[in-house]
């Protein structure tokens, strides 16, 4: 199995920006899609935006559209998640998970992923 460990988290001003990085050991990271999800306090885990295996498709939560910007880099076994014009809303645990490529390219519920790291709080500041 994967093993994923977050970092890049830290405290960020209205309309600052912020880079995570996932780092993946034990496998590859090349055989698994990828996802980026967050969790407030008091709130259920949501989808943030994933990429496939080779980093040929991405897809974002509408509300990061244009903010945010998810790569990979299969060499280092690690994937990003560039985070601009960030807004107080956005503060939570942001976390990483791998989707094994047999199950399908991504998804969007929590569910659809078998690995998670242990997140890195995110904290923007008005």
């Known amino acids: 199995q994967v093993q994923l460990v977050e970092s890049g988290g830290g405290l960020v001003q209205d309309g600052g920006s912020l880079r995570l990085s996932c780092a993946a050991s034990?496998?590859?990271?090349?055989?698994?899609?990828m996802g980026w999800f967050r969790q407030a306090p008091g709130k259920e885990r949501e989808f943030v935006a994933a990429?496939?295996?080779?980093?040929?498709?991405?897809d974002y939560a509408d509300s990061m559209k244009g903010r945010f910007t998810i790569s990979r880099d299969n060499a280092k076994n690690t994937v990003y998640l560039q985070m601009n014009s960030l807004k107080p809303e956005d503060t939570a645990v942001y976390y990483c998970?791998?989707?094994?490529?047999?199950?399908?390219?991504?998804?969007?519920?929590?569910?659809?992923?078998?690995?998670w790291g242990q997140g890195t709080q995110v904290a923007v500041s008005s």
């Open positions: 998970a791998a989707r094994p490529r047999e199950l399908g390219s991504w998804e969007t519920a929590p569910s659809g992923y078998a690995y």
């Open positions: 990429i496939t295996w080779g980093g040929g498709a991405t």
């Open positions: 034990g496998r590859t990271l090349s055989r698994y899609n």
